[in-house]
């Protein structure tokens, strides 16, 4: 049972993160679109600011889902320290009352400028969108699946050294330049980004991308294939027209 340590944190956490970022994003598009053409650029901007939202939000659900991923793991680093909690409630009693109210927000800095990942992502997942439109009705589940993955693969890319800081500092319990890692400051995350340089060289910045590739890639082609069709699916009983526009 190992591999699935932590399962149910990453469920809530990813519940409560796609339900607000997907809420966020389509909500200022109803606004800011109204019937008109969507663009690529308005589609960035639109992903940047739910990615905003959606990290001030839920980051304290994904520092307790870090965490209680990781508990029990043996560190070869000895700068780490070891966690011990019973589950997500206790998580939350524990940082709050040992590490205080902001620690809940640890990696938020790393985060925020992650939200070009999302960002990017749906940039890439609605242009491949239009275009498929353009020549067909209707998403297929296979085309749906494909542009999905073929959007996240892109944005995992781009910003996985962020991605691999965030994780560091969401865990928090690393003794490494303690006098000042409350919020992952720039400052932090340069540091965290040299000496995983210094360590593993420049390689080290895309250590385990195959993982997190399989992972994240599955996880959101999934995902936008189960979008659509509930999406079509719900205009179809509620007897509405899906707008190839939107």
Known sequence: LAPYRGWFPVI???????????????????????????T?????????VAGVVNVLLTTPLWV??????LQGAKFRNED??????????DAFHQIIRDEGV???????FPSLLLVFNPAIQFMFYEGFKRKLLKKQLQLTSLD????GAIAKAVATTLTYPLQTVQSILRFG????????RTLGSLRNVLYLLQQRVRRFG???????????LLQTVLTAALMFLVYEKLTAATFTVMGLKHSRRH
């Open 12 to 38: 809530s956490s990813l519940c409560c993160s796609n339900f607000v970022y997907f809420y966020t994003f389509n909500s200022l598009k109803a606004l800011w679109v109204k019937g008109q053409h969507s």
């Open 40 to 48: 690529t650029g308005k589609d960035l901007v639109l992903g940047v």
């Open 64 to 69: 307790v889902n870090t965490r209680l991923k």
């Open 80 to 89: 780490i320290v070891p966690t011990n909690y019973k589950g997500i409630i």
């Open 102 to 108: 902001l620690a809940l927000w640890n990696g938020t």
């Open 144 to 147: 749906a699946f494909v542009i």
């Open 173 to 180: 319990r690393h003794r490494l330049n303690p006098e000042n």
């Open 202 to 212: 420049l390689a080290g910045l895309y250590k385990g991308l195959e993982a997190k």
